[in-house]
C-alpha cells in the first residue's frame, strides 16, 4: 500500500509523540518507490490500493496473518485502526483467501504481533500492548500451528516485529 496519506494524525505509539503533522510524505513517497522498486526485483507484488483518512494503512503487515490460503484479519486495538480492515478484507477476498475474523473484544495485529518460523509451523506470537493472548488458541486451531507467546512489556515495542525476527 503506497503511503500516499500517510500522516501521523494521531497517537497510538511513543515514537508518534510530537509528531502530528511533521511528516514530508514527498520523501515518504519516495523512499517507498525506492523500496518498491528494489522488491518488485526479487518478488511479484501485489498492492492494496490507499485510501483517504486511513494514514496507518501503508503498515500492511498489521492487516493480517496469511498462511497458504488462509487470512486471520486483525482486530485493532485502536479505533483509528479499524476503518482499514473492510478494505483489506475486501483485497484478500478478490485475490481468492478465506479470511477468518476474531470477534468479540479480543485484539489482534495480524503479522505485526505474530510472525511464522521459516520452514516451520511455528507461529512466534506477541502479546500484552496490542494484541490479545487468548487469540492464539484460535488462531493455532485455524492454521494448524504451533504457537510460542511472547510477552511485550514496553509500548515502545508495541508489536512483535519492532524487536524480534524468527
Avoid at 511455528?122 to 511472547?150: C, F, M, N, Q
Amino acid at each position: 500500500c503506497p503511503p500516499t496519506h500517510f500522516g501521523v494524525d494521531y497517537i497510538i505509539n511513543p515514537w508518534m509523540q510530537g509528531n502530528i503533522g511533521r511528516v514530508d510524505r514527498p520523501l515518504a513517497l519516495q523512499q517507498w518507490d525506492r523500496l518498491h522498486g528494489a522488491l518488485r526485483e526479487l518478488a511479484d507484488i501485489e498492492l492494496l490500493e490507499p485510501t483517504p483518512n486511513l494514514p496507518d494503512q501503508c503498515f500492511v503487515a498489521n492487516a493480517g496473518l496469511v498462511c497458504n490460503d488462509t487470512c486471520v484479519l486483525s482486530r485493532f486495538r485502536y479505533i483509528e485502526r479499524e476503518p482499514e480492515v473492510p478494505h483489506a478484507k475486501r483485497w484478500f477476498a478478490h485475490h481468492g483467501f478465506r479470511a477468518k475474523e476474531i470477534g468479540g473484544a479480543a485484539t489482534f495485529e495480524g503479522e505485526g504481533d505474530a510472525l511464522f518460523q521459516p520452514g516451520e509451523p511455528l507461529l512466534w506470537s506477541g502479546y500484552g500492548v496490542r494484541t490479545s493472548l487468548h487469540v492464539y488458541g484460535r488462531i493455532a486451531e485455524w492454521l494448524g500451528v504451533d504457537v510460542k507467546p511472547l510477552r511485550l512489556m514496553d509500548e515502545r515495542f508495541y508489536h512483535l516485529d519492532t524487536c524480534f525476527m524468527p
